[in-house]
C-alpha cells in the first residue's frame, strides 16, 4: 500500500542545502542551535570572578537594601559600572529567586542582553541585505571565539552590546521605516549608554550623526528625523538618570558621571594607556573569528562598487568608526571590544555567497576538525574524571582539582550525548555550499560549549567558585562581626559577603576598629603592605588547585 507523502519526513530524508531558503528541518536546526548555544552556562554554577563577582555583589546589594538607584557591593556605595545590567539582573532574581539560587536568576540578565543582541543583528541584517542574511548573520555571531565566554557570565558590557545592536537595527531600518528606526535608535543609544557608559555609545552616536555622508538612502530630511529624534530621546533618557541619582545623593552622581564619561585617559598619559591602543587590534583576529575574514573579504569585493553599494557602506562605516574608537578610549580588557563584533558581522554576510568555493571549504574543513578534535578530548575527560582511565588524564584531572568526586549525572550526560550525534547528522548531510562553512562553525562551537557545559561544568566550578574557601574562612572566622582587608579585591569582597555575609573592611575604614581579625590575599606568594608586627598569621587558604592566589587570617598578636 502506498503511504501518502509527508513533506516533514521527506524533508527529513533530504540533504541539507544552507541556500537561504526557509524550511521546517532548517528553522528548527536554526532555533536549537541558538538555544544550545545561549542557554548552558546561565545557570547551574556558583559566580566566579572578575565581572560576574562585581555584578553580583551590586544586585545583591540592590536587593538587600531595596535601593536600587545605588547599588551597594560588600556593604559600600559601589557606581563603578553603568546601571542597567544591574535592574535587569535584580529583576530576573526578584522574579527567579524562589526556583533558582540566586545568583543563577541574576545570570539569566545575560541570556535576555544577548538574545536581544542576536534580535538587533536579526533586524539589521535582513534591513541591509534582505529575508536570506538574518539566520546566517545570527550565527555568525554566535560564531565569534570571542563572545563565548563573556555572552555566559555576568558582565555590564552586555548592556552595551545590546544597544549598539539595537541601535545598528535603527539605522539599518532609517530608510524604510523611519518610526520604527528611530525608536529602535533611541533604545540602542539609551542603552549603550545606561549599560556601559560613553564607550560604546559615542561610536553609534557619531554614526548616526553621519549618516548623511553614507549615501542617497540616508541624505533625506525623514533620515535626519530619525537621527535626531533618536539622539534627543537618547539624552534625555540618560539626562532623566542623571538628574534622578543627582537628587538621591550628589557626590554620588558626579562620581558615576566620571565613571560613565570616563576613558583610557582618565587617570592622564601613561605608559600602559598608550599601549592599549593597539589592544583592539591585536586581540582582532582570533577575537573576531571568522567574522573578521569574511568582512575582509566583503570589503575587497565590494572596492570598486562602493558608491551604489549602500547595504556594505553602513557596516563598513559602522566598523571604522567602532575600531578608531575603541582603540583610542576603550581599557585593554577583551570585553571593551565586542561592540565591535556588530559591524564586522554585518559587513561579514554581506558578500558570503560569493565567497570562493576552495575558502569556504578551508574553513569548514578547519571548523569540522577543530571541534571534533575538542569534543573527542571532552568526552576522554569525563570518561577519566568517571572511570580513572585513561591514567594520565585522571592524574590531570586530579592535580588540577585535588580531592575531587566527580558525579555522574544522567540528564546533562544525555543531552551532551544527543548533540553531539545531532551535529554529526548536520554536518554528515548538509550540502557544500559556502554557507555551510559559516553554519557548521557556529554548530561547532555551539557543540563544544554544551559539552563543557554538561560534561566539565562541575570540575570547572569545583576550580573557580569561592564557595568551599568561603565556608573554610567562616568557620575560622567565628563570631567575628567583620575583618579588615589588605590587598582583598572587589571580585573577592563582593564573593566573601554573598556566600557568608562577611564584610571585608579596607585600613582605614571608620569601623575597622571593631574588626578583630584581617585577611590579606597573596597573589603569587607576594602579600600585601600591613603593619605585619600587630598580627599573627591564624590560618591559611585557597581555592582547589589555585597556585596564584591565597588567601591568609591574622589574628592580633599577643
Not at 571565539?145 to 555590564?156: D, P, V, Y
Not at 586581540?283 to 549602500?310: D, N, S, V
Not at 586530579?398 to 554529526?424: D, H, K, N, Q, S
Amino acid at each position: 500500500m502506498n503511504r501518502a507523502a509527508d513533506p516533514f519526513v521527506d524533508t527529513l530524508r533530504q540533504r541539507i542545502a544552507y541556500d537561504g531558503t526557509r524550511t521546517p528541518v532548517k528553522t528548527a536546526l536554526f532555533l536549537l542551535v541558538c538555544l544550545a548555544w545561549l542557554l548552558p552556562g546561565l545557570v547551574g554554577h556558583d559566580p566566579w570572578k572578575t565581572d560576574e563577582a562585581l555584578a553580583l555583589g551590586a544586585v545583591a546589594g540592590m536587593l538587600r537594601s531595596g535601593d536600587w538607584a545605588i547599588p551597594l557591593l560588600a556593604g559600600e556605595p559601589f557606581v563603578e559600572k553603568a546601571p542597567l545590567f544591574f535592574w535587569v539582573a535584580a529583576g530576573f532574581a526578584k522574579a527567579f529567586g524562589g526556583w533558582l539560587p540566586q545568583h543563577d536568576a541574576a545570570r539569566l540578565a545575560s541570556g535576555f542582553f544577548m538574545a536581544v543582541t542576536m534580535a538587533g543583528v536579526h533586524v539589521a541584517a535582513v534591513a541591509l541585505y534582505g529575508p536570506r542574511a538574518g539566520r546566517i548573520a545570527v550565527l555568525l555571531l554566535i560564531g565569534c571565539l570571542g563572545l563565548l565566554i563573556r555572552a555566559h557570565e555576568m558582565n555590564t558590557d552586555l548592556a552595551g552590546l545590546a544597544g549598539v545592536s539595537v541601535g545598528m537595527a535603527g539605522l539599518a531600518l532609517a530608510p524604510r521605516r523611519p518610526w520604527a528606526a528611530a525608536g529602535l535608535l533611541a533604545a540602542g543609544l539609551g542603552m549603550a549608554f545606561l549599560g556601559h557608559g560613553i564607550v560604546p555609545t559615542l561610536p553609534l552616536a557619531l554614526l548616526a550623526v553621519a549618516l548623511p555622508a553614507l549615501g542617497g538612502a540616508w541624505r533625506t530630511r525623514v533620515s535626519a528625523a530619525v537621527a535626531a529624534g533618536g539622539l534627543a530621546a537618547a539624552a534625555a533618557v540618560a539626562g532623566a538618570w542623571l538628574l534622578a541619582l543627582h537628587g538621591r545623593d550628589p557626590a554620588l552622581a558626579a562620581q558615576w558621571s566620571a565613571v560613565a564619561f570616563a576613558t583610557r585617559w582618565s587617570d592622564g598619559i601613561t605608559r600602559g594607556a598608550i599601549a592599549d591602543s593597539a589592544y583592539v587590534a591585536k586581540i582582532l583576529p582570533w577575537y573576531a573569528w571568522p567574522a573578521l575574514p569574511l568582512a575582509a573579504w566583503a570589503a575587497w569585493r565590494a572596492r570598486r562598487t562602493l558608491a551604489t553599494r549602500a547595504d556594505i557602506r553602513l557596516p563598513l562605516a559602522a566598523g571604522a568608526f567602532f575600531f578608531v574608537i575603541l582603540s583610542l578610549l576603550a581599557p585593554g580588557r577583551e570585553a571593551s571590544a565586542m561592540p565591535l563584533l556588530v559591524p564586522l558581522v554585518l559587513l561579514g554576510v554581506a558578500e558570503l555567497d560569493s565567497l570562493p568555493r576552495g575558502a569556504a571549504s578551508a574553513l569548514d574543513w578547519f571548523g569540522v576538525t577543530t571541534f571534533s578534535l575538542l569534543a573527542l578530548i571532552l568526552w576522554v575527560g569525563f570518561i577519566a574524571a568517571m572511570t580513572g582511565s585513561p591514567a594520565a588524564v585522571a592524574d590531570f584531572l586530579a592535580r588540577e582539582v585535588p580531592g575531587y568526586a566527580y558525579p555522574f549525572r544522567f540528564i546533562p550526560f544525555a543531552l551532551a550525548a544527543l548533540l553531539t550525534c545531532i551535529w554529526v547528522a548536520v554536518v554528515a548531510r548538509s550540502l557544500r555550499t559556502t554557507r555551510r562553512a559559516v553554519v557548521n562553525w557556529s554548530a561547532g562551537i555551539t557543540m563544544v560549549w554544551m559539552l563543557t557545559m554538561m560534561l566539565g561544568l562541575p570540575l570547572i566550578d569545583q576550580a573557580r567558585s569561592y564557595r568551599g574557601l568561603a565556608a573554610r574562612l567562616a568557620a575560622e572566622l567565628g563570631d567575628s562581626p567583620c575583618t579588615i582587608g589588605a590587598g582583598v579585591g572587589d571580585a573577592q569582597r563582593a564573593l566573601l559577603d554573598y556566600f557568608i555575609g562577611l564584610r571585608v573592611l579596607p585600613p582605614g575604614h571608620p569601623d575597622a576598629p571593631a574588626c578583630r581579625t584581617l585577611l590579606a590575599q597573596a597573589n603569587r606568594g607576594e602579600l600585601p603592605d600591613f603593619d605585619a608586627s600587630r598580627w599573627r598569621e591564624a590560618w591559611r587558604g585557597s581555592r582547589p588547585g589555585d597556585r596564584t592566589e591565597a588567601f591568609i587570617l591574622f589574628r592580633p598578636a599577643p
